[in-house]
């Protein structure tokens, strides 16, 4: 795990891997002797409940060493786990008439200005009011991924984080942009307004993420059960005791920036899961996806798209700068 004060050029964010398996392998290490295989593989598996694993393993679906096991199963160093992912159950999507902010849009691909609070899509328990029911109802031609309640959807950011967000039209736009989030060749840059101040005007966080042992809805910096992250960050703006930043991935890791921020003391401003209960308040973490550019599906041509940050973050900097 290291920190430095060096700028590096990213060259944005990488694809998520969840979305694209079908099979997946792992080798116990020793530090995960004596660990339940189910939990073991949720920990593995950043989208996944246990207790859908634990039905993966009631039905055959995870090996160890060749052969089934049951969810109470306790690994031993150097136990090789395959997991053989189903399909997903095809589920109706309801169009819902939600308001979009189209930033760009034609026959491959198409561009929102997501707004703070808006969740990209659907999950159990989950499937109305996301921007993927709003895409339904905007789109009649977006693509699937497996099966999954994801059409159309390549890349995601969190509910309370805003910004640009493209989804795929057909299986071949599909294709080529998660070819590319895959390949690091997205340009994916965010502004961020976080707690204290940094002293490097610029930097980069180079540190592995995993789930937090203690919380599972949560991540953190650790090395077991983790994957590599990269976050670059250049300093915008001092503002007393917080300062403005922009960022950019070289990973795509969930809450990626959000971790690495508190990782190194800097926390967002409004996170309600990793910030600080006091100072400025907002509904939600203050961290916007201002800038957007990948090369269009069909035509190869490079596009770059930006949107200011949203009116909540620009009356807290008002704020900042009025003291």
Excluded at 23 to 33: C, H
Excluded at 256 to 262: L, T
Aim: hydrophobic share 35%; with cysteine.
């Amino acid at each position: 795990m290291k920190e430095t004060n060096e700028s590096s050029e990213s060259t944005g964010l990488s694809y998520d891997e969840e979305l694209e398996r079908e099979s997946l392998e792992w080798t116990a290490e020793a530090g995960d002797a004596k660990t339940r295989i189910d939990k073991y593989i949720a920990e593995k598996m950043e989208d996944v409940s246990r207790s859908q694993i634990q039905l993966w393993i009631g039905n055959g679906l995870v090996l160890v060493n060749g052969s089934a096991i049951k969810a109470n199963y306790k690994l031993a160093e150097g136990d090789r786990i395959e997991l053989s992912v189903p399909e997903p159950e095809s589920v109706d999507i309801i169009p819902e008439n939600i308001p979009l902010d189209v930033v760009y849009e034609d026959s491959d691909v198409i561009v929102i200005n997501k707004q703070r609070g808006l969740v990209v899509h659907p999950a159990p328990g989950h499937t109305s009011g996301t921007l993927v029911n709003a895409l339904m109802y905007h789109c009649h031609d977006l693509s699937g991924i497996n099966g999954e309640l994801r059409p159309g959807i390549v890349h995601r950011i969190d509910k309370d984080t805003s910004g640009l967000i493209m989804a795929a039209k057909n299986d071949q736009a599909h294709a080529s942009l998660a070819a590319q989030l895959k390949e690091h060749s997205v340009t994916r840059k965010y502004i961020a307004l976080v707690h204290g101040h940094l002293s490097h005007d610029q930097g980069t966080v180079d540190a592995p993420i995993g789930r937090d042992s203690g919380d599972r809805k949560l991540f953190t910096v650790t090395e077991r059960n983790s994957k590599h992250a990269v976050t670059h960050f250049l300093v915008i703006e001092r503002l007393g005791d917080y300062t403005l930043l922009e960022l950019q991935l070289e990973t795509g890791r969930t809450h990626q920036i959000r971790v690495h921020m508190k990782f190194i003391g800097h926390p967002l401003v409004g996170d309600p899961m990793y910030g600080r209960n006091k100072g400025i308040r907002m509904n939600g973490q203050a961290l916007h996806a201002a800038v957007l550019g990948f090369k269009h599906p069909a035509t190869g041509e490079y596009m770059e798209f930006s949107r200011p940050i949203p009116p909540d973050m620009e009356d807290v900097l008002a704020s900042l700068r009025s003291r």
